[in-house]
Each structure stands twice: as structure tokens, then as C-alpha cells.
């Protein structure tokens, strides 16, 4: 027991507390758990309930778009599929929600393969007008179909994720800890344990070259759509649990764009990035919101916050964070301090002029 502390002591010395990028990230993660012992106010932890929620569903466009390369415009899909199909399994069939949110991850899968066969044979700019027509055609066979969906009104009566507000806090930010880890996991380059993150590096760089390598390119892009559309729904599961309709706007567009802006502003194919581009923007509108500040200048207000990053940290503000407090050694490739001049492992000297 002692040699298993005495190991773990070391590890979080190692691995966290000497990089400060994971110390931030270890001491928000603690932050967040202990929230409802600060405030306990429904509409306070209902926020953060959605921000966790709308987490994931930024970390799950990064992985497509980030990692692999497959700019998905209409990403939304994932996210209204899984919110209808919690809402006809839960009100229609009496499915629990512990039941309803795997099996509308399971049939976001599904929806990305129908999604991905036909669009993976197009590139670039092509690939993504083909994604941004599927949620357009689902928003329309909703409303032709409206005595079994609700047509504009949507589906309403669905099961809450718990019986209080904090509970429901505690679900999502468990549901979404676990999701990022796995998605890190997944598309992690330097992963022993998984190894497709490198494959869908080569992808995004040069996918001619992987192909000429011997890699079916096809069959892990078709992947990534899969495990991409698989978080999609599973935020849009918790979503229509949290707050209790599936609707058309589940499906819109500016909810595709919005996970665009937020993984923009976090810094791209870092999966961390949407973390920090969600918990600043989207509480950050509702703040605007309660304070009555009309939704012209809400809109404004982020175009402005979004110039600015684009203009002075253009690869997000987790980078931009990230290259201030961290330097990698030229020789090891470790994370140290900024503040150190040799390298903690190999004792390379990590400032040369």
C-alpha cells in the first residue's frame, strides 16, 4: 500500500504539479466539483449543468474536425438525433434515462456513418457544404411528420436527469470528465494505449501520404465520424433530459456553428480548448442574458470577443496560455515550467538564445 502511495506521489508530482498546464487543469476540475458547496442555486448549477453538456459537444466536433481534418458544418445532426430519440424512447416508451442517453449516443452513431459514406467522397469545402444539408433535411421531415414529432413545438414531458439540480450538476460533469478522457485518449498522438491519435494526424496532414503508406484512410475517417457523432449524442441525450424537450432548434444551425466558435476560441485539436471556449462564452452570454441586454448586441458582443482572439491568439486561447507558462525541452520533448532553465527529466538547457 505504502509503495502504491509512495508511486502516485511521485506520478502527480511528475505529471501534474511540474506542468503547469495540467495543475490548472487538476485545480478547475476540483473547482468544479465542489461548486454546489459555494452556491446551490437552481439556475446556477442548471448553467453549469449545460455548459458540462455543451462541453462535450464541442470536444466531439474537435475530434472530426480538429484531429482528423473533416470540417462537419452541420454537426448539430448528431446532436438532434440523439435529443428526438431519448424523447420517443423515454415518453412514448418509458425508457429510463440511464437507458435513453448510451442508446441516443448509439443512434448518433448510426447517423454518422449514413453521414459519412456519401460525404467522405468529397474533400475540403465539399465535404462540408454536404454536412451542413443533412440537418436541414432532418429539420424538414420533422415538421412534414409533425403528428409523430411535434413539428415546431417538439416533444416535451421527458424525465429530468435526476430529482434536484445538483444531481443533475453531478451527472453531466461525471458524463463529461469521462467523455474527454476518452476522447483524449482517442485522438492522443503519443498514446501507448491507443493508437489511432497518430492515424489521424497523418490524415489531417497529408491524407494522400497515409494512404500511400498502406493506411485505409476511408475506414478511420468513417471512425471518427463514429466516435464524434457517439459524444454528439450523448450531449444531445443530456440535453433533452436537462431541459425536458427535443425540439427543432436542437437541430439548427447556429448550434453547429456555436461549436465551431467555442473549439476556435479554446484552440483547436487540443480537446481541452473547447473546454475553455464553453465555460468563458456560454456562460458568459447567459450572464448578458439575465441582465436583459438585447440579442443584437449579445451577437455583437461575441463577434467582438471572437476578433479579438482570432487577431492577437490565433491558434485559441489555450495555446496562446499554454506557450506563456510552459517550454518544451529541444531535447526530451517534456513539458517544464517556463520559469525553469534545465530540463526536469534530462537536464537539457531550455532557453537557448
Same mark, same amino acid.
Given at each position: 500500500?505504502?509503495?502504491?502511495?509512495?508511486?502516485?506521489?511521485?506520478?502527480?508530482?511528475?505529471?501534474?504539479?511540474?506542468?503547469?498546464?495540467?495543475?490548472?487543469?487538476?485545480?478547475?476540475?476540483?473547482?468544479?466539483?465542489?461548486? *454546489?458547496?459555494? $452556491?446551490?442555486? *437552481?439556475?446556477?448549477?442548471?448553467?453549469?449543468?449545460?455548459?458540462?453538456?455543451? +462541453?462535450?459537444?464541442?470536444?466531439?466536433?474537435?475530434?472530426?474536425?480538429?484531429?482528423?481534418?473533416?470540417?462537419?458544418?452541420?454537426?448539430?445532426?448528431?446532436? /438532434?438525433?440523439?435529443?428526438?430519440?431519448?424523447?420517443?424512447?423515454?415518453?412514448?416508451? /418509458?425508457?429510463?434515462?440511464?437507458?435513453?442517453?448510451?442508446?441516443? /449516443?448509439?443512434? $448518433?452513431?448510426?447517423?454518422?456513418? %449514413?453521414?459519412?459514406?456519401?460525404?467522405?467522397?468529397?474533400?475540403?469545402? !465539399?465535404? =462540408?457544404?454536404?454536412?451542413?444539408?443533412?440537418?436541414?433535411?432532418?429539420?424538414?421531415?420533422?415538421?412534414?411528420?409533425?403528428?409523430?414529432?411535434?413539428?415546431?413545438?417538439?416533444?416535451?414531458?421527458?424525465?429530468?436527469?435526476?430529482?434536484? @439540480?445538483?444531481?443533475?450538476?453531478?451527472?453531466?460533469?461525471?458524463?463529461?470528465?469521462?467523455?474527454?478522457?476518452?476522447?483524449?485518449?482517442?485522438?492522443?498522438?503519443?498514446?501507448? %494505449?491507443?493508437?489511432?491519435?497518430?492515424?489521424?494526424?497523418?490524415?489531417?496532414?497529408?491524407?494522400?501520404?497515409?494512404? $500511400?503508406?498502406? %493506411?485505409?484512410?476511408?475506414?478511420?475517417?468513417?471512425?471518427?465520424?463514429?466516435?464524434?457523432?457517439?459524444?454528439?449524442?450523448?450531449?444531445? @441525450?443530456? !440535453?433533452?433530459? @436537462?431541459?425536458?424537450?427535443?425540439?427543432? =432548434? +436542437?437541430?439548427?444551425?447556429?448550434?453547429?456553428?456555436?461549436? %465551431?466558435?467555442? +473549439?476556435?476560441?479554446?484552440?483547436?485539436?487540443?480537446?481541452?480548448?473547447?473546454?475553455?471556449?464553453?465555460?468563458?462564452?456560454?456562460?458568459?452570454?447567459?450572464?448578458?442574458?439575465?441582465?436583459?441586454?438585447?440579442?443584437?448586441?449579445?451577437?455583437?458582443?461575441?463577434?467582438?470577443?471572437?476578433?479579438?482572439?482570432?487577431?492577437?491568439?490565433?491558434?485559441?486561447?489555450?495555446?496562446?496560455?499554454?506557450?506563456?507558462?510552459?517550454?518544451?525541452?529541444?531535447?526530451?520533448?517534456?513539458?517544464?515550467?517556463?520559469?525553469?532553465? $534545465?530540463?526536469?527529466?534530462?537536464?537539457? *538547457?531550455?532557453?537557448?538564445?
Amino acid at each position: 500500500m505504502s509503495g502504491y502511495l509512495f508511486w502516485l506521489t511521485r506520478w502527480v508530482k511528475g505529471e501534474i504539479i511540474a506542468i503547469p498546464g495540467r495543475l490548472l487543469a487538476a485545480v478547475f476540475l476540483l473547482f468544479l466539483f465542489l461548486v *454546489p458547496g459555494v $452556491s446551490s442555486h *437552481p439556475y446556477f448549477l442548471d448553467t453549469l449543468t449545460l455548459t458540462a453538456i455543451f +462541453t462535450i459537444y464541442a470536444a466531439s466536433w474537435d475530434v472530426l474536425a480538429g484531429f482528423t481534418g473533416q470540417v462537419n458544418l452541420g454537426h448539430a445532426l448528431f446532436f /438532434g438525433i440523439a435529443a428526438y430519440t431519448v424523447a420517443f424512447l423515454n415518453v412514448h416508451l /418509458g425508457f429510463p434515462p440511464w437507458a435513453t442517453i448510451p442508446l441516443g /449516443g448509439l443512434i $448518433s452513431v448510426l447517423g454518422g456513418f %449514413i453521414v459519412g459514406f456519401p460525404a467522405l467522397r468529397l474533400r475540403g469545402i !465539399y465535404l =462540408s457544404l454536404v454536412t451542413l444539408g443533412f440537418p436541414i433535411i432532418l429539420t424538414g421531415l420533422i415538421l412534414v411528420f409533425g403528428a409523430y414529432t411535434g413539428g415546431e413545438l417538439g416533444i416535451s414531458g421527458i424525465a429530468s436527469l435526476s430529482g434536484s @439540480s445538483v444531481k443533475s450538476y453531478y451527472i453531466a460533469m461525471g458524463v463529461m470528465v469521462v467523455s474527454l478522457f476518452v476522447m483524449y485518449k482517442f485522438t492522443d498522438a503519443e498514446s501507448k %494505449i491507443i493508437r489511432i491519435g497518430v492515424i489521424l494526424h497523418a490524415i489531417r496532414e497529408d491524407e494522400i501520404t497515409a494512404r $500511400s503508406s498502406g %493506411i485505409n484512410t476511408t475506414n478511420y475517417k468513417l471512425l471518427a465520424f463514429a466516435v464524434s457523432g457517439f459524444f454528439g449524442g450523448i450531449a444531445g @441525450s443530456l !440535453y433533452a433530459h @436537462s431541459i425536458r424537450v427535443a425540439g427543432p =432548434s +436542437t437541430l439548427d444551425l447556429f448550434l453547429s456553428f456555436q461549436a %465551431i466558435l467555442w +473549439t476556435v476560441f479554446g484552440g483547436m485539436r487540443t480537446i481541452y480548448g473547447p473546454v475553455v471556449g464553453v465555460f468563458f462564452l456560454y456562460p458568459l452570454t447567459e450572464f448578458l442574458r439575465i441582465y436583459e441586454i438585447g440579442e443584437h448586441l449579445r451577437f455583437i458582443a461575441m463577434a467582438v470577443v471572437m476578433i479579438f482572439i482570432l487577431l492577437y491568439m490565433p491558434e485559441g486561447l489555450t495555446i496562446w496560455v499554454r506557450d506563456k507558462m510552459e517550454v518544451i525541452c529541444p531535447r526530451c520533448k517534456l513539458a517544464n515550467m517556463m520559469i525553469r532553465r $534545465s530540463c526536469r527529466a534530462c537536464g537539457a *538547457p531550455l532557453h537557448l538564445k
